[in-house]
């Protein structure tokens, strides 16, 4: 029987981070059922908060999507008793998630030496532009300059065009999946020799750790790779074809499935010229494979290729715009647009769960918190008084 409850139901998270990395490691944790307890600054709160468009009803749309499932307290740690709740708050945790300047947490007391002392079994996980050690270490970074210095960017895009970043923001969601992970493996550490865990990962080290082929590449030739557009550095044909009314992605990178594309396209002459009779004669001779290949793709039409490649058992796909992919009925099907209520802008979309665990299901549960929504909620789940709370708001250390 499936149980309600999410797999990682019990585990408290204090997610000071803001953004994107941070907040999108906490999110995933949250939809698997963690405690999310977002920590945000007066007033303004989450930088994004206040990022747009899309607004609605005074809301950022991408802020809403990124911090489902958690609740907010506001706390002042320029405030001495800010940061005196913020400990007590450690003592009742599990995760610290944080992405302040290098330095910024051990000068207010809050880095992992001094809560360590409080919880020590806590797990803190610092999240950094370039690491929290090495000559960078004190620099700002943001997703655009790590693309541009784990060389992401030098390989995106076509031959002789500017340079141009990857489409999604991927150092700063490649950090956050590299957090959830290494998180979770510090819990399961916990579990088994009961101590906490200091992580640190980086948005340059995340988006460098994607270079796999490039690197390794350039480790044993000393060639510096460039953009190919959509085809592989190492495999053909594995790339995007024109067709009579659009692209199609193509994917053949093995003898078995180019000898059944040759087969299912009817080019029985590709598959004997000598040209093309394995993957590294293929990769030689690349874009004379590509002139050849798209000469028959032109003769029809996207939807009539991927009926004859898919029953051929040749892998291949449209290349949707955003409008495609969520009219798509296997997107549909698995449950990947949900939609949620939030109490100033109601009826909302979000993206569904990715990982699905069958007897503990992650859930979308609530929409987005307001600012401080759960601010007092907290405080007297956490021992505090109304008269300790009211005392505190006062003084400004929580709003």
Not at 145 to 171: E, R
Not at 333 to 354: A, C, Q
Request: proline content about 5%.
């Amino acid at each position: 029987m499936k149980n309600n409850i999410g797999i990682l139901d019990g585990l408290t998270i204090l997610d000071c981070s803001q953004i994107l990395a941070g907040p999108f490691c906490s999110m995933l944790l949250a939809d698997m059922g963690a405690k999310v307890i977002k920590v945000e600054k007066p007033k303004v709160g989450d930088d994004t908060r206040s990022w747009g468009p899309p607004f609605k009803n005074g809301q950022s749309i991408g802020f809403m999507n990124l911090n489902r499932n958690k609740e907010s307290i506001v706390i002042d740690f320029k405030n001495p008793d800010g940061i005196k709740v913020m400990k007590n708050l450690v003592k009742n945790s599990d995760v610290i998630l944080e992405n302040y300047r290098t330095g910024t947490m051990e000068k207010l007391g809050l880095g992992y030496e001094d809560l360590k002392k409080v919880n020590k079994k806590i797990i803190y996980c610092s999240i950094s532009g370039f690491g929290r050690t090495g000559p960078y270490a004190k620099r700002a970074g943001f997703d655009l300059v790590a693309q541009g210095m784990s060389g992401l960017m030098s390989i995106t895009g076509h031959p002789g065009d500017a340079p141009a970043k990857i489409g999604v923001p991927i150092a700063d969601l490649n950090t956050g999946m590299f957090a959830l992970s290494s998180i979770q493996s510090a819990y399961i550490n916990l579990l088994k020799n009961n101590v906490g865990q200091y992580i640190e990962v980086s948005l340059l080290e995340s988006a460098l750790a994607y270079t796999v082929w490039e690197s390794t590449g350039y480790f044993e030739t000393n060639e510096i790779p460039g953009p190919l557009g959509s085809s592989h550095r190492i495999s053909a044909p594995y790339q995007a074809l024109r067709t009579l009314d659009g692209y199609l992605n193509v994917a053949a990178p093995n003898q078995s499935n180019w000898e059944r594309l040759c087969d299912a396209i009817d080019r029985n002459d590709l598959k004997e010229n000598i040209h093309f009779i394995d993957n590294p004669s293929r990769m030689i001779n690349k874009i004379k494979l590509e002139n050849g290949l798209e000469k028959t793709f032109l003769e029809k039409s996207r939807e009539d290729w991927i009926k004859i490649l898919d029953e051929a058992g040749v892998p291949c796909g449209p290349i949707y715009n955003m409008k495609e992919v969520w009219d798509d009925p296997q997107v549909k099907y698995r449950n990947m647009k949900i939609e949620l209520e939030h109490p100033k802008v109601g009826k909302t979309s979000n993206i569904g769960v990715i990982a699905k665990f069958l007897e503990n299901p992650s859930s979308v549960r609530t929409s987005a918190p307001l600012l401080g929504e759960h601010t007092e909620k907290i405080m007297i789940e956490n021992g505090y008084t109304k008269a300790e709370i009211n005392k505190l708001k006062t003084s400004g250390a929580i709003s």
